[in-house]
């Protein structure tokens, strides 16, 4: 029985200063949970300014550092704390702590939807513990969820609205009428965009979420460059409004996995929602996480997506959950995640996936045009659920826009029928093909 | 390194069957995930012919008993799955497994709810493990959320929706516009109540569950006897059309547990929730649980409550996570709850929480009326924040409806009031009050 955890954070950014907030604030409460004591031995950031912030009375045993080899390389590190985000620094330092035999906690969605495989393998050979809660969903226990309360289940779907960035961006335009980049300047100046936003609108931060939640439900790596990226900047307000006002739908940035067949269908994209749907209530900053499981049935999870007490409650969480195995030396001997290195993993193109889908054709008003668009939908065999023909508005001056829902279609039969009437002369400007999800 | 976990399932009912079905279903998903075989060595009900459900050639090596003394004191028993319902002896099944040196999965609330010291003492003594997510939300993996997951915070508040029965009843009132008893009926023909549903429609079994989440919530033995418990037997058809048309909420039963400077605030009653809440859209047998914490804030959970294969994927969630360890030998070195037997809980009473108040009066038609029960009203300090006068409806022969919604007031404040008013000659019957809480 060891009665000391000896913990080394790395990184005291947005999650490593509410890390030490939390544990300080929470200790008795967290020390009673592990039936042992926690300390820090080191506190360790490029920027030493940081360590200013701290209040050197509670921290007296504590060494500060900017140099991550010192924590790393320390018999006095029972646990690292990774949480500096970024890719190549990030991999390093949890790669070397499992060689350097020490259990590691990380915040980190690229390092791990990029290096599954060997950080994981890794862990297995050394008998030690990657906890990584903080990951996707923040402060939602959705990892522990998909990884044990649900492990008896074959799941088949899992759909997230995961971005907390994209989805303050999502409400506010849908809210507030307003365009793409003012929402984004909005969204920066109040602290839920960071200036270089690019890995938040693309959908890359969905993407890795996405990957990870993946990994875990169905024991395999997963090829990131299998999933179908797309972001919301292209998004016009045109479509969250016709979409809202027309057909009663809001539009949100989705990450959604199914297995159909033993094959994955990963997409990362916008897409629409009812308005009597539970995710449609989802907003600014909150996360959502629907899991469908062959026992469970369908079930959600909702929480904020972001923050530093959010990212900070999972990081804590993870360190209570992995001192109490460090205090009593089982730490390790069962690896935290089911993966097999040897898995194969089949996936679906995205032009193989069923799906209905929201079309908006910008064309000119002339008769004879809907004809002309319906004919050549019809003959990639995409049926036409409903039609809506807005009066030309004073913004579309350069064309009339005709909206359309689709019965349940192929994506690639909608993706051809578009190619071909895009090159018609009637068509304005490029389709817009949103699918429709709930 | 054990290679072979063995189960005794005791209770062959709908959950018992479920999880022989689902075991059977995703063994190899199953086994991967424990790193080790299952198998069942016994299993036993006390109506031999369930026994005849079942196919034999897949059960080769189980012995079929009615005697759960054989499973219990069998040595070719790892973790006794009790599935029995009931009280008095699935208590001493779980007991007397422990006392044998089994670990413990089960479904029971009522037994955990009533018995948590002995339980988890004795579990915590005999260093076994009692494993019980089924219990509260059946698939919905709110035990260990609570218990891990969310274990670096601070609790403030649970809310649950936690019985399906009382959601069915209540669903079926406010969308059919039925009486109770006509809606109770109709529970019982499809299946979602019990030929004798009085722990649902009491608020018995939302008060074992809240009892359960608390206990752990809160790491202290919870004291039954000091729960506020009100169930839905009373609801009249009226508050529910009034509420929904005339004020915007509709009525659930809720199960409400609150830390307020240290002292506990627990109740089960119907309570008035906003339209605008995603409560108010848990419907029919679904559960859902809101969790409020220092570092998460406001997480919800939302899933089936009820069913055999949701039931079933928490049972079997359990028994994997209980083999990974009982395959290395460590399960049990760490309890799985945090329990302080010694810890002393204070509770406030029912008279001293403090809430907005939804009440309906039934008066005479005559002048005055309103201004004597708001001059009461005022006399005990409940400030009103809205007063709706129905005209006197033909089901209302005896009374005219007066329905105020009061501004945040302490509970005995008007419970006194009200009870003075009640004793007016112009008051034709008991004065209706129900709890707002979102």
Not at 175 to 185: I, R
Not at 313 to 332: H, M, N, Y
Request: charge should be positive; proline fraction near 2%; hydrophobic fraction near 40%.
């Amino acid at each position: 029985m060891k009665h000391k955890i000896k913990l080394g954070l790395i990184g005291l950014g947005t999650v490593g200063s509410k890390v030490l907030d939390l544990i300080f604030k929470n200790k008795d409460l967290i020390e009673r949970k592990i039936g042992a004591l926690i300390e820090f031995s080191y506190i360790c950031d490029r920027y030493k300014n940081r360590f200013n912030l701290i209040n050197k009375m509670f921290y007296k045993n504590v060494r500060f550092t900017t140099d991550y080899q010192e924590v790393i390389n320390s018999s006095d590190v029972d646990i690292v704390i990774e949480l500096i985000g970024g890719r190549n620094v990030a991999k390093k330092i949890i790669l070397e702590s499992l060689e350097k035999n020490k259990h590691v906690v990380t915040a980190n969605k690229a390092v791990l939807a990029e290096n599954w495989d060997e950080i994981f393998s890794l862990a297995r050979r050394k008998q030690k513990l990657v906890y990584f809660e903080a990951s996707v969903g923040a402060g939602i226990p959705i990892i522990q969820a998909l990884n044990e309360g649900l492990a008896a289940n074959n799941i088949s779907t899992i759909i997230g609205i995961l971005n907390g960035t994209c989805n303050y961006i999502l409400t506010k335009m849908t809210t507030e009428h307003v365009s793409f980049d003012l929402a984004l300047k909005e969204a920066q100046r109040k602290g839920f965009a960071e200036t270089n936003p690019v890995f938040d609108i693309r959908g890359i931060d969905t993407l890795h979420k996405l990957v990870i939640l993946s990994s875990i439900a169905w024991g395999s790596k997963i090829d990131i460059g299998t999933v179908y990226c797309e972001g919301i900047s292209n998004l016009k307000i045109d479509d969250i409004i016709f979409a809202y006002d027309e057909f009663d739908y809001v539009i949100k940035l989705l990450g959604i996995a199914r297995r159909v067949n033993n094959e994955l269908e990963l997409q990362v994209r916008p897409c629409l929602i009812s308005k009597k749907h539970p995710f449609s209530s989802v907003e600014n900053e909150y996360n959502a996480i629907l899991l469908n499981g062959d026992a469970c049935g369908e079930i959600i999870f909702y929480g904020k997506g972001a923050g530093g007490y959010p990212a900070a409650s999972a990081v804590v969480s993870d360190i209570i959950f992995l001192s109490r195995q460090v205090a009593i030396d089982t730490a390790g001997r069962i690896p935290y995640v089911n993966y097999d290195p040897d898995s194969k993993q089949d996936y679906l193109d995205i032009n193989d996936t069923y799906g209905c889908y929201y079309v908006r054709f910008t064309t000119v008003d002339k008769p004879g045009v809907l004809s002309q668009i319906s004919g050549i939908l019809g003959k990639h065999k995409v049926s036409i659920a409903s039609v809506y023909q807005k009066e030309q508005l004073s913004r579309y001056r350069r064309g009339v826009p005709i909206l359309m829902l689709t019965h349940l279609t192929r994506e690639g039969a909608i993706r051809n029928a578009i190619n071909e009437i895009d090159k018609l002369s009637i068509v304005k400007s490029k389709t817009v093909l949103l699918k429709i999800i709930f």
